[in-house]
C-alpha cells in the first residue's frame, strides 16, 4: 500500500523568508500524481502545486516550487518570499496513475512570524 | 460561483442516531469522494463515486453510506454504526478535462460533527 509521510509536525519561517516543508512516499508504481494541499484556519483545502511523476521537470506555481527526486521517493516543497497569509496546514498526497484515491501524509503546520 | 457546498457547517449528533451531510457541486465533474480527517492524522477516503448510481467504499467505510442519485450530489450518512464519529468532513469532486485535469480533486468547505 502507498503511504505519505511528512517528518515535520511544525515549521516556522520568517516573513519574506524561505522555507522548505519534507514529504516521502512509497510506493511501487513507476507512474503517479504527487500534489501539495493548504488547509489554513477556515479548513478550506486548496491545491497549492502539483507534480506528474513522468516529468523530471520540477513543477513551478509563483512562489511555490518543488524539488521531485523520484528515485528517493521525495517530494519536498519551497516556498519562497514567504508572506502572512502562507500560515496553514500542508498536506502531501500521493495518487496513482490510475487510481481515485490520494493518499495523504499527517501535514506540517506552517507558522509565518512578522 | 462554481464550486463545492456542504452542509451544514456544525452538525451534532445524538447517540444512536443517523445524520446526513450534504455535498452539492455545479462543476459537472463526474467524481465525488468523501473524506474524514481527525486532529494530527491526514484526510482518509470514506466512499467515493465515479458515475451517478455506482460507488465504492475506502479505506474506513464501516459505518457510514452514500448514495448518488443525481451527478451533482453526493450526500453521507454517518450510522449509528459509527462508534466514533467526531470528525472534520471534507467532500471533494474531480471531473472531465483530459486525465490531468481528472487527478486534481477540488474540496469543500467542510462540516464539523460532533457527538452529544
Known amino acids: 500500500a502507498q503511504t505519505v509521510t511528512q517528518s515535520q509536525p511544525e515549521m516556522s519561517v520568517q516573513e519574506a523568508e524561505t522555507v522548505t516543508l519534507s514529504c516521502t512516499y512509497d510506493?511501487?508504481?513507476?507512474?503517479?500524481?504527487l500534489f501539495w494541499y493548504k488547509q489554513p484556519p477556515s479548513r478550506q483545502m486548496i491545491l497549492v502545486i502539483r507534480?506528474?511523476?513522468?516529468?523530471?521537470q520540477n513543477a513551478t506555481e509563483n512562489r511555490f516550487s518543488v524539488n521531485f527526486q523520484k528515485a528517493a521517493k521525495s517530494f519536498s516543497l519551497k516556498i519562497s518570499d514567504s508572506q502572512l497569509g502562507d500560515a496553514a496546514m500542508y498536506f502531501c498526497?500521493?495518487?496513482?496513475?490510475?487510481?481515485?484515491?490520494?493518499?495523504f501524509g499527517a501535514g506540517t503546520i506552517l507558522r509565518v512570524k512578522s | 460561483d462554481g464550486g463545492i457546498t456542504q452542509s451544514p457547517k456544525y452538525l451534532f449528533r445524538k447517540e444512536g442516531q443517523n445524520v446526513t451531510l450534504s455535498c452539492e457541486q455545479n462543476?459537472?465533474?463526474?467524481?465525488m469522494y468523501w473524506y474524514r480527517q481527525d486532529p494530527g492524522q491526514g484526510l482518509r477516503l470514506i466512499y467515493y463515486?465515479?458515475?451517478?448510481?455506482?460507488?465504492q467504499k475506502g479505506d474506513i467505510a464501516e459505518g457510514y453510506s452514500v448514495s448518488r442519485e443525481k451527478k451533482e450530489s453526493f450526500p453521507l450518512t454517518v450510522t449509528s454504526a459509527q462508534k466514533n464519529p467526531t470528525a472534520f468532513y471534507l467532500c471533494?469532486?474531480?471531473?472531465?478535462?483530459?486525465?490531468?485535469?481528472?487527478?486534481?480533486?477540488?474540496f469543500g468547505a467542510g462540516t464539523r460533527l460532533s457527538v452529544l
Open positions: 471533494a469532486s474531480s471531473g472531465p478535462g483530459g486525465l490531468l485535469a481528472k487527478n486534481i480533486q477540488y
Open positions: 510506493t511501487s508504481e513507476s507512474d503517479y500524481y
Open positions: 507534480q506528474e511523476a513522468y516529468k523530471q
Open positions: 498526497a500521493y495518487r496513482m496513475e490510475y487510481g481515485n484515491k490520494l493518499v
Open positions: 462543476l459537472n465533474h463526474d467524481a
Open positions: 463515486s465515479q458515475i451517478v448510481n455506482d460507488f
